[in-house]
């Protein structure tokens, strides 16, 4: 087989790939050997910024297939038939470490899915936690500050994390998923995903109903222990990364089974929470599972940084047939996230491999940097015009409907809506395994005790109150092992 010639980016051949040209064999380097300027000036631009959060994480391409039917829901030509398919990459991610942390810290994982189908990319962006810290996006900033690095030392604090749920009960379901065996899963393959938000089904005679995503992974769930986890971190911080690639070059294809949840503008009405707050979940014996496809992962990326790095996921990437909703958080992103691309990759992030759709993409949108023209060549950039034959399709229309309300305001979010507790307090004593309460118990205290400074009674006081709140037993066996004495307050803290 013929050897293919090493080439500079313009595509000239060169031959002097490891020595620099000198003035003589010791002499100093020449300016004007640009092959070394060139890979020197790539190398130092080799990195793009980071995600801010969900920085460290894994790829892998796949196939998502129809099972069940759903078209009373659903106009989406993804699941007009029992059969249909779509190829999909999925990325999974640490949320609140840089992207040299380890795969196994106490974290949640970002589940992130991208279905190419022929009504252009459908991005699912969830976590493997059904629910979130706090329910208004724009707290989303303050949050993520405590999960990162104090700005003085630039180290983790458990007291930033502490005080800020503390005085934001909202986050307290999370938190026991959070400090439970779930906040360290053993890697990507064993943990189920969520879509989270609750988002919208619009069907073909224009009726609209409430939807929640869920994949529940067929590989069955398996944490780590606490001391599992910090092990694994020391001994391979990559843990997750390895797991997926392997399992999958060795043909052991990870599956999950894609199920929703459905409510009806009337059930939401009357629901007993607000359906669209991200904090709560729907019970499924309201509202049942109903399975929908199965999800399976047989492809590792042949290049990383191009297919994973560069991967960009957005709620607002929606198809006909699935929609949004009034949840806060999902607003937010729906702008955040695409704006956090623009940033990161760039506006043009869309054309890249990953993040193309394999059908069709017809629009006025022209320029910036990386542009490429291969597609839209000397088409107008401009609409209406006498030249192309794009035309807007009313299939495609928007849903429409009314408001509740026509008072603009900045209401407060928690406002007839604040009850934080009954939900967390089912968690403990209703989902969990008497094992699984042990081992929250003792990671709730092994973090707590984390918390340092002046303020440190203040704070751990004020969470304890929650925990007491949502569940007496959980609030006694964590104030115990703090030796926290319990008075007609409730608590003050031993000095």
């Not at 990195?47 to 994480?57: L, M, S």
């Not at 309201?286 to 709620?315: T, W």
Request: negative net charge; charged residues 25%.
């Amino acid at each position: 087989m013929d050897s293919k010639k090493l080439t500079l980016s313009n595509g000239s051949p060169y031959y002097e790939h490891q020595d620099s040209q000198t003035v003589g064999p010791r002499g100093p380097v020449l300016l004007q050997d640009f092959i070394l300027q060139e890979n020197l000036a790539h190398f130092v631009r080799e990195r793009i910024p980071e995600r801010i959060v969900h920085a460290k994480g894994t790829g892998a391409y796949g196939t998502f297939t129809v099972t069940h039917d759903i078209t009373q829901y659903t106009k989406a030509r993804l699941f007009s038939k029992i059969g249909n398919s779509c190829r999909m990459f999925a990325r999974f991610s640490t949320v609140g470490g840089e992207k040299g942390s380890a795969d196994t810290a106490r974290d949640p994982r970002g589940f992130a899915l991208k279905f190419y189908t022929e009504d252009g990319n459908w991005d699912l962006v969830g976590n493997n936690t059904p629910v979130f810290f706090i329910k208004d996006a724009k707290k989303f900033p303050d949050f993520i500050h405590t999960q990162k690095r104090v700005p003085k030392t630039n180290l983790k604090s458990a007291t930033m994390m502490w005080d800020f749920w503390s005085l934001n009960p909202e986050s307290l379901h999370q938190v026991l998923i959070l400090m439970s065996d779930r906040g360290t899963p053993y890697g990507y393959r064993h943990m189920h995903g969520f879509g989270s938000h609750t988002y919208s089904m619009i069907n073909d005679k224009n009726e609209r109903i409430w939807v929640k995503f869920h994949f529940i992974t067929k590989q069955g769930i398996k944490n780590f222990t606490n001391d599992e986890a910090v092990k694994m971190a020391g001994e391979n911080p990559d843990f997750a990364q390895e797991d997926l690639c392997n399992a999958i070059e060795e043909g052991n294809f990870p599956k999950w089974t894609m199920y929703i949840q459905v409510m009806t503008e009337e059930q939401a009405r009357d629901f007993r929470w607000n359906p669209f707050d991200i904090t709560k979940v729907w019970f499924h014996d309201d509202f049942p599972m109903i399975e929908v496809g199965e999800m399976e992962l047989n492809e590792v990326p042949v290049n990383y940084f191009a297919h994973v790095e560069q991967s960009i996921f957005s709620p607002s990437n929606l198809i006909n047939g699935i929609s949004f909703s009034p949840d806060r958080m999902l607003q937010g992103r729906l702008f955040s996230y695409p704006d956090a691309h623009r940033y990161r990759v760039g506006v043009n992030a869309h054309q890249l491999e990953v993040n193309r759709c394999p059908f069709a993409i017809n629009n006025y949108q022209r320029d910036g940097f990386m542009a490429d023209s291969s597609h839209y060549q000397d088409k107008p950039n401009y609409h209406p015009n006498s030249f192309d034959d794009i035309k807007p399709d009313y299939a495609y229309k928007n849903y429409e409907y009314e408001l509740d309300s026509a008072h603009v305001a900045s209401y407060n979010r928690n406002e007839n809506d604040d009850d934080h507790y009954t939900q967390p307090g089912l968690l403990y004593s209703k989902a969990m395994t008497p094992e699984e309460r042990h081992n929250l118990i003792n990671n709730i205290v092994g973090s707590l005790k984390q918390i340092t400074g002046p303020k440190k009674d203040e704070i751990i006081n004020r969470q304890l109150c929650h925990f007491f709140r949502a569940n007496i037993e959980l609030g006694m066996k964590v104030a115990s092992q703090l030796n926290v004495i319990i008075d007609a307050n409730m608590m003050n803290h031993t000095k």
